[in-house]
C-alpha cells in the first residue's frame, strides 16, 4: 500500500546473504511492481472469456485449462464440467 492508499502487486524476490563462513546475516530482497500487468491479465482473460469465437486451452497433460462462453454455448459443458479434464 503507497502512501496515498493505492494498492500496488509487487514481485518479490529475496535471498539469504552469507559471511565468509556461510552463516546467514541477513537477506537481500528485489521488488518489482507488476500491478499493470496483473491489470492486463485480467483483461485479456476477460476477452477471451467474451469473444465470439469458442476459445479453449489445455495444459501439457491434455487438461482443459481455458473454457470460454462460446465454447460453452456450442458444446453444452459448463466451464465447472470440462476444467481440470481431457
Known amino acids: ?7 500496488l502487486d509487487v514481485l518479490l524476490n529475496a535471498t ?7 552463516n546467514i546475516i541477513g537477506v537481500v530482497g528485489i521488488g518489482q511492481d ?3 500487468r496483473i491489470a492486463q491479465e485480467r483483461e485479456y ?5 467474451t469473444a465470439n ?5 489445455v495444459d501439457n497433460k491434455g487438461q482443459v485449462n481455458v473454457w470460454n462462453q462460446c465454447a460453452m454455448e456450442l458444446v453444452g459443458y459448463s466451464t465447472e464440467e470440462v476444467m481440470g479434464h481431457s
Request: overall charge positive; aromatic content about 4%; hydrophobic content about 35%.
Open 1 to 7: 500500500m503507497t502512501k496515498a492508499n493505492v494498492r
Open 16 to 22: 539469504t546473504r552469507r559471511d565468509e563462513q556461510g
Open 34 to 36: 507488476i500491478t499493470g
Open 45 to 49: 482473460s476477460k476477452l477471451i472469456d
Open 53 to 57: 469465437a469458442p476459445i479453449f486451452g
